[in-house]
């Protein structure tokens, strides 16, 4: 491999034999190098292949800022996202998680901790996301020598989230919003406290994401009989008139109209989630 460019002593960038440009990593690997020069192998530690054009800019212009050492950190903390939630991550996650660590590290050195006010929403709607999160701490303070917050936990996950939907965090921001929302009409209909650790709880919730990503975005399906829809709502008075509710509250504050699919769906997990509660 060719050097193409040196932007620093740790960080050269050369092309594979499609001409893809790639991003190389490594202490020293631009040290006393001079473009034309072969990339020394045995130094490289990371190797950066982004697909998005303008995401991989982004990337540039934000390494150019940013660390070795964070950079570094970054990458092992997006390789255990990937890993342990089994889901697709927007490479994107490369230039804003890098950038909060790097932001991060200075609020600490400043004694500055910042509460995330969607904590509460982050550790019960996306569990998975909080649990990687809170692991990601411990390859930090390896990585780095530095002792997160736990309030960190909660900011991570919320880039995990993000770069799942692949949306702005604004849309993230909304969803969880949305989440809290319905679950208060769902409390306050029912006037009951949900088990939070339950199954049921976590299937009702993980389907109620779904959902809510869906009236964000103002993306809704229709694929249910009408018979079907009949049958569940003869069945299930009393989650239908709570769905009714949800239904009312999102189409006056988030101009959006509930399928019956939609219905139906959140119908029989709300049903089965209440079952045990109440029985």
């Known amino acids: 491999m060719i050097i193409k460019q040196i932007f620093n002593n740790n960080i050269v960038s050369t092309e594979d034999d499609k001409n893809q440009e790639l991003l190389i990593l490594g202490k020293g690997i631009g040290f006393n190098s001079k473009v034309g020069d072969f990339v020394d192998e045995k130094r490289i530690e990371k190797i950066f292949r982004l697909q998005d054009e303008v ?29 342990q939630l089994g889901k697709t991550i ?16 200075q609020r600490i050195q400043s004694d500055m901790i910042i509460r995330n006010p969607l904590s509460w929403e982050i550790q019960h709607f996306y569990k998975a996301e909080y649990d990687v999160a809170k692991e990601a701490l411990n390859i930090l303070k390896e990585r780095l020598n530095i002792e997160f917050p736990k309030e960190e936990i909660c900011n991570i996950a919320l880039h995990f989230v993000n770069a799942e939907v692949s949306d702005s965090m604004n849309d993230v921001t909304r969803l969880m919003q949305l989440l809290q929302e319905i679950m208060n009409i ?5 006037n009951v406290e949900l088990d939070e650790d339950s199954v049921n709880y ?3 919730t993980t389907h109620l994401k779904y959902f809510c990503q869906r ?4 993306s809704s399906y229709e694929d249910v009989e009408e018979y079907l829809y009949e049958i569940v709502k003869k069945n299930y008075p009393e989650a239908f008139a709570c769905i009714h509710k949800i239904e009312r509250f999102i189409r006056k504050n988030y101009q959006y109209d509930m399928t019956h ?3 139906l769906y959140l119908s029989l997990h709300l049903a089965r989630l209440m079952k045990n509660r109440i029985d």
Do not use: C, N, W
């Open 215 to 218: 009236v964000v975005t103002h």
């Open 186 to 190: 769902v409390k306050y209909h029912y």
């Open 261 to 263: 699919s939609e219905q």
């Open 90 to 105: 927007s490479d994107g996650i490369y230039v804003s998680l890098s950038d909060h660590i790097q932001f991060a590290v």
């Open 55 to 83: 995401l991989y800019e982004k990337f540039k212009a934000t390494i150019m800022d940013v660390p070795i050492d964070i950079l570094q950190a970054t990458d092992d903390v997006v390789t255990l996202a990937r890993m």
């Open 202 to 204: 976590f299937r009702f």
